[in-house]
């Protein structure tokens, strides 16, 4: 049960940081969001990228929201998987 556990903490964690990569490179692509699978990445992201950009400070045209929500998915990540080893 607990590598079942692990496998799936892993996976989500994952295919969020995936899923906020595919946001950021999308955004180079389609600035508009017009595209659905841009939609579907926004859908994803938007709640765990828009208390963090509430909290940021501005910093110009540049959205640093993805890198922290990165960082902090993985300090998470690492967190729950020492917790359990």
């Known amino acids: 049960m607990s590598g079942f556990f692990v496998t799936f903490i892993n996976l989500l964690f994952q ?3 995936f ?3 595919g946001r950021v490179l999308a955004s ?3 600035p508009m969001g017009n595209m659905r699978a841009t939609q579907v990445l926004r859908d994803i992201t938007e709640p765990i990228l828009a208390p963090i950009r509430s909290v940021l400070p501005p910093f110009g045209m540049l ?3 993805p890198l922290v929500a ?3 998915l993985n ?3 690492r967190l ?3 917790a359990i080893y």
């Open 15 to 17: 295919a969020f940081f």
């Open 19 to 21: 899923a906020i990569l």
């Open 28 to 30: 180079w692509v389609d």
């Open 63 to 65: 959205d640093l929201s």
């Open 70 to 72: 990165m960082l902090l």
């Open 75 to 77: 300090m998470i990540q």
């Open 80 to 82: 729950i998987m020492g």
